[in-house]
């Protein structure tokens, strides 16, 4: 049984660009949540998906966006990367937003 | 609003030695309480979760953690450590909503074992 499985593992990227990130939840999971971790630092919750909607967000400015496709995996994407924005992106998925949550191995973005 | 604070952000201990990681919380509502552990450059791997009922809870690899609502808090506790056990520790609290769970973790404890 796959687990949660991200991808790319490591990216980087330059100022101003844009990137897409992306998530494949445990198997049987319907709920994709996306954590910004920076070194050093616990992770951030940046936001929730479940039934392709955006249910819950985190104190993240709108440069940050996501989509759920009916398979439930998930997207995050993030617009005009600031120096700031690097970090490991990591995607936890449960069922229904009410179990455990799995995380993935997570996306080290680095931008130069 | 849910927080978490993890008291040292470094704890170092021989092998053998009882490790005490540190974590109280505040919620506005019963929380869930979680410890996961991270090795470098990996995820996040859950070690135990207090939901409801008993407050001491038994996790894997012979971690345990106690609920004490009285002192908002919630230690991690694993009696003999083992070189293994070297990682970062988060302990995180989540405000059960229904569809709307998300996690509020702290800072991380880095545990180092020392042989």
């Known amino acids: 049984d796959a687990g949660v499985t991200q991808s790319p593992t490591h990216l980087i990227k330059t100022r101003g660009q844009q990137v897409t990130l992306r998530c494949s939840p445990k198997s049987g999971h319907d709920t994709v949540s996306w954590y910004q971790q920076a070194l050093g630092q616990g992770p951030q919750f940046i936001f929730q998906y479940y039934e392709e909607e955006e249910r819950q967000r985190g104190n993240f400015p709108d440069r940050f966006s996501g989509h759920q496709f009916p398979n439930y995996s998930s997207e995050l994407n993030v617009n005009a990367l600031l120096l700031g924005d690097s970090a490991l992106y990591l995607c936890a998925s449960s069922f229904r937003g009410k179990s455990e949550a799995f995380f993935g191995q997570g996306t080290r973005l680095t931008v130069v | 609003a849910q927080s978490v604070t993890q008291l040292g952000s470094h704890v170092s201990v021989s092998e053998g030695a009882l490790v005490l990681l540190r974590c109280n919380y505040s919620?506005?509502?019963?929380?869930?309480l979680f410890w996961y552990v991270q090795y470098p450059n990996q995820g996040l791997q859950l070690l135990l979760k207090?939901?409801?009922?008993?407050?001491l809870v038994k996790g894997i690899n012979g971690f345990e953690a106690e609920f004490k609502k009285s002192e908002t808090s919630f230690h991690l506790t694993k009696p003999s450590a083992h070189m293994s056990d070297a990682a970062e520790y988060f302990c995180a609290v989540s405000e059960w909503g229904g569809s709307n769970y998300k996690l509020t973790f702290g800072k991380g404890t880095l545990l180092t074992v020392n042989p």
């Open positions: 919620s506005s509502v019963p929380p869930y």
């Open positions: 207090y939901t409801t009922g008993a407050t």
